[in-house]
């Protein structure tokens, strides 16, 4: 078993995480002994995002999820925000 070096040899005593799950983005980057999240930055209010990663911040934007309220404001907009109407049947030809 080699000792010096970070080869083969080394890879047997890599056993210790300094890294675990996190509980707000799920990732395996919340850093034990600082207790913070090296991808969103959690305990901290704001998430964490650098306009010099542009892809980065791409990854988490609105549009990456459900959108379950966003993605149905443009039809409801359209219609003037109109709630518990029903449309007029057509007149047929």
Not at 61 to 77: E, N
Request: aromatic letters at 10%; glycine letters at 14%; one cysteine or more.
């Amino acid at each position: 078993m080699g000792k010096k070096g970070k080869g083969t040899g080394s890879f047997g005593k890599r056993k210790n995480k300094s890294h675990t799950l996190c509980r707000r983005c799920g990732r395996r980057s919340y850093h034990i002994q600082k207790s913070t999240c090296s991808y969103c930055g959690y305990p901290a209010a704001k998430t964490r995002g650098y306009n010099w990663s542009v892809k980065a911040k791409g990854r988490s934007t609105t549009g990456t999820g459900r959108m379950r309220y966003i993605k149905s404001l443009p039809r409801r907009f359209k219609n003037g925000f109109r709630e518990g109407t029903e449309a007029t049947k057509k007149a047929s030809a």
